[in-house]
């Protein structure tokens, strides 16, 4: 942060706790000798504050994301080689590159689970037809029904994991998700499925990333998605391309609506 824009991030800092009680852990400032500009740029401040009102908005507005999550303090830490991560009222961004809006989204959709305990992810699994189970996906590994390695994904097109219950956690998903990895679980489940709600088909901040996620899977084998990966996407189109290619056709997408119109209780 700069010492010119000191002023603009202090108003919007309190506006983002009057209207949304997230409080930002501000690490710029004026030290002893000269100004601490921290790691927040004013363009990240912007985008948090952005990213939130769409979240927001897609809840019913301010009163309800702060029933949802709760209160949050957001922070940027050293967190390794991940973008984000959260808890119950609390989110950071990590300090060695930018966020994007939709892991703004995703991140507040884990303090949102995570408030209720974790169990919006829970009802989700159910809802889908999921379930989780790791002694059965060991037994599909050993079968060799796989699409991994033995006890890690592979670094190339059709076993990087996207199989149900080809992932680390013994996560079987159902319906179609947007997409699967070794790393998916019905928590990253619950986080990208309100993601992809909040961006499909709205023209707003994540709404190229969720048409993305989706076109993808009309590639042929062996292309490149715009994510920069190669697989067999024309293999995974059953799995995960949903009905005409109409994301609000999905389980996740109607789950994620039920949950923010009240016809799902937490
Ligand atoms: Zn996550």
Redesign the pocket.
């Given at each position: 942060m700069e010492n010119a824009d000191a002023q603009y991030a202090q108003a919007k800092l309190a506006q983002l706790k009057g209207e949304y009680k997230v409080e930002v852990l501000a690490d710029w400032g004026a030290g002893d000798r000269e100004w601490q500009p921290g790691k927040w740029t004013k363009a990240e401040l912007d985008k948090l504050h952005n990213s939130i009102v769409l979240l927001a908005n897609n809840m019913g507005g301010n009163e309800k994301f702060v029933r949802n999550i709760g209160g949050v303090t957001v922070k940027k830490a050293d967190i390794g080689t991940h973008g984000?991560?959260?808890l119950a009222h609390q989110v950071s961004f990590s300090t060695k590159a930018s966020f994007s809006p939709w892991t703004v989204v995703?991140?507040f959709a884990?303090s949102w689970d995570a408030n209720y305990g974790w169990g919006l992810s829970r009802l989700l699994e159910k809802y889908t037809g999921g379930y989780t189970n790791p002694l059965l996906s060991y037994a599909k590994r050993l079968a060799g029904l796989s699409d991994s390695g033995f006890l890690n994904p592979e670094n190339k097109p059709g076993r990087y994991g996207r199989r149900p219950g080809c992932n680390r956690a013994g996560y079987f998903y159902g319906d179609r998700p947007s997409g699967s990895n070794w790393s998916f679980n019905r928590?990253?489940d619950f986080?990208e499925s309100v993601a992809m709600y909040v961006g499909w088909g709205r023209n707003n901040d994540l709404s190229q990333h969720a048409q993305n996620r989706i076109i993808r899977y009309q590639l042929k084998n062996g292309e490149k998605d715009s994510f920069n990966v190669i697989d067999n996407w024309l293999d995974y189109a059953p799995r995960f391309y949903p009905d005409n290619g109409d994301y609000t056709k999905t389980k996740r997408w109607q789950f994620v609506d039920d949950l923010v119109n009240g016809r799902i209780a937490p």
């Open positions: 984000g991560e959260a995703h991140e884990h928590v990253e986080a």
